[in-house]
Every structure is written in C-alpha cells, then in structure tokens.
C-alpha cells in the first residue's frame, strides 16, 4: 500500500472488495426495514370512545379491554386521562383502552353498578375481570393490568 502522508485509508481502494457491496446491500435492507417499520400502523393507538352504540362490539372486537369511566366535571377524571393515555400507546396491539362518558351513557355505567368516577372496568374475552375505583397513578395501574390480563 503505497499511501502519501496526509492521505486517508478510505482513499485507497486499489481493489474493490465484494464484501464492500455485501455490506452495503446489507445496510440498505436494514435500512428499508427500519422506514417500513417507522410507517407501519399501529394497532388501536389511543384511548377509543365507547357508546351504548359501539359497546357491544367494542367488547367483541377485543380480548382485552380497560373501560375509563368518566365525566367533564370530575377532577380526577382529569387527572388519570392522561395515564390512560400513555398507557394505550404503551399496551398498542394487546389491550385496548375506551372511555365512556357516565352522563352521556348512564345505561353503560348502571350495568356495571358504577356509583364512582374514576372507575375502570377491566375486561377479558367478554367478562369483568377487575374493577378499580378510584385515580391510581401510571405504576400501579401498569401493574395490575399487566396481572389481571396476564401480560409479561
């Protein structure tokens, strides 16, 4: 290797190398995976609505699902929305997280026996599994739903 001082490495390629191209086809591969990845849809992000119309298939449509069950005026119904908000995003793609408004869907509540907010209402595969009343912060509530609906 005849290299002149000042002269980098890099600058000298008398023969160029196939493993050169392998490596670069496998940085490209990589690379396209990763943007394919970046722009994939995620699964249920976000905490969805539920309604006495979409109830029913809300619960059919999801193995796992956290009801928040809520009200404009309640304080700490405030507090614990965005919890629940970050957790949707955390548990994307297994559990799915719905709020339901107590005074817009009084029907939904009273079947569930709610007479306090925040209440959340865990269900697997169409059953009550646990009921948690109250505004619990984001480590606990991670924690039992984690236990309730057996996730690692």
């Known amino acids: 290797m005849n290299l002149r001082q000042g002269q980098e490495l890099s600058d000298y390629a008398p023969n160029h190398c196939h493993m050169d191209d392998e ?5 490209e591969k990589k690379f396209r995976e990763m943007e394919e990845q970046l722009h994939q849809p995620k699964k249920d992000i976000g905490v969805q609505p ?3 119309a979409n109830f029913k298939a809300m619960v059919a449509a999801h193995p796992f699902l956290v009801i928040d069950f809520w009200a404009e005026w309640c304080g700490p119904c405030r507090m614990v929305a965005p919890v629940i908000e970050e957790l949707s ?5 297994g559990v799915t997280f719905a709020k339901c408004n107590t005074d817009e ?6 079947s569930f026996g709610i007479s306090a ?4 209402v865990m269900i697997a595969n169409g059953k009550v599994v646990d009921i948690l009343v109250g505004a619990y912060p984001k480590e606990p509530l991670r924690a039992r739903i984690r236990k309730v ?3 690692a």
């Open 117 to 120: 907010i925040p209440t959340m």
């Open 149 to 151: 609906f057996s996730l």
């Open 105 to 110: 869907n009084p029907g939904i509540a009273g």
């Open 89 to 93: 995003h955390e548990f994307a793609g």
């Open 23 to 27: 490596l670069q086809r496998i940085r």
């Open 50 to 52: 539920i309604t006495a």
